[in-house]
């Protein structure tokens, strides 16, 4: 392979990027000039060049599809564009909700229902709910309940005063 | 209302229209450049089919993303960009490719790939499936910046300036890609023919 490598002759080092920017037409008037001077008088360089437009058309390989594939292209395109276009009008539709004037609408609108609901609604709840006499009965129940709590606790302490009145240290024996 | 066919538009007036909400604008631009889009992912890919779907998507990613287009800079230019862009991804989502295969199937699909520019000799006509295998295999080789900057000119065409562009570096770093990837493919086919 060395051997091959060293078959393979380069070019001038400084001329080897102008001569691929040259082979593919990307050099100016003067430069191009320029390198062909230095092309007469150099066999590697002329080579390297040689080289190139020998070498470099094989690694092209266009494919050519039939008409079908193409008019089929097409179609599938047209479908596919008008899927997306229809997906944008759907989300343009639902944005069209959150524009600018809209939301502050739609948030004062759901302030003042909330203070509405805030100040009038238990009032009107309560009245609605229950009769007025069912209410009462609802509101006494939980502090009878409580009664039942006090007299407990009345009785821990006369058993506390007992304790302590006739208990063995309090020196009243 | 326009009596000019908007298949004879520029592109610019394409693009306008489309961002207007004219699909069929854009459909003008996919008809103008649905060939190249196609055959520079086939480059890339060396399947039809995949070709064909990247270079589809390319087009419909442009679609979506029109509104953010900037009239100033090239339809052609940008459209490539994203092109490229999803044939490096497709090429790093799918790792080697077997370029071998390719060969098996333009063959199949009538043989009628002839090489660009070859003189048909009767050496290039004997040119064996070994050759063309092993020149998928020089291009396969090279860095994935001098193989894109090398498909970009050598087989699309672009210019310098336009590579550029499209890969976002220098115009210097384009030149020094392509000439690696010449000097590297000279070094490895000058071997084989």
Known sequence: MAQDN????????????????????????????????HLEGCGSCRQFLADLRRLLPLTVKPDDPPQPFWENYSKEMQERLAAIAQRGRWWRDLASLFRPW???????????????????????????????????????????????????????????????????????? | MTTSRPAEFEDEKLVTLAQKGQREAFEVLVERYKQK?????????????????????????????????????????????????????????????????????????????????AISSPDREAMSGEISRRVGEALQALPAKQRTAFILKNHQGLSIHDIAKVMQSAEGTIKVHLHRAVATLRQKLAELV
């Open chain 1, 6 to 37: 060293d078959l393979i002759r380069r070019a001038c080092k400084e001329f080897e990027q102008d001569l691929v920017l040259y082979y593919y037409g990307e050099r100016g008037r003067e430069e191009s000039k320029e390198l062909e001077n």
């Open chain 1, 102 to 173: 809209p939301v502050p609408a739609l948030a004062t609108a759901l302030v003042l229902i909330l203070a509405l609901t805030l100040t009038f609604g238990k009032r009107i709840w309560r009245s609605q709910d229950l009769p007025p006499d069912e209410e009462a009965v609802l509101e006494i129940l939980p502090m009878a309940e409580n009664l039942d709590f006090f007299k407990a606790m009345d009785l821990l302490d006369s058993m506390d005063l007992l304790e302590d009145t006739g208990g063995p240290g309090n020196g009243s024996v």
């Open chain 2, 37 to 117: 889009a196609y055959r520079i992912a086939f480059d890339f890919t060396r399947d039809r089919e995949e070709a064909k779907d990247l270079s589809q998507e390319a087009f419909l990613r442009a679609f979506t993303h029109l509104q953010s287009f900037d009239l100033r800079a090239g339809f052609y230019t940008w459209f490539y960009r994203i092109l490229v862009n999803l044939c490096l991804d497709y090429r790093r989502r799918r790792g080697r490719i077997a370029w071998e295969s390719f060969d098996e199937k333009t063959h199949m699909a009538g043989g009628q790939s002839e090489m660009a520019g």
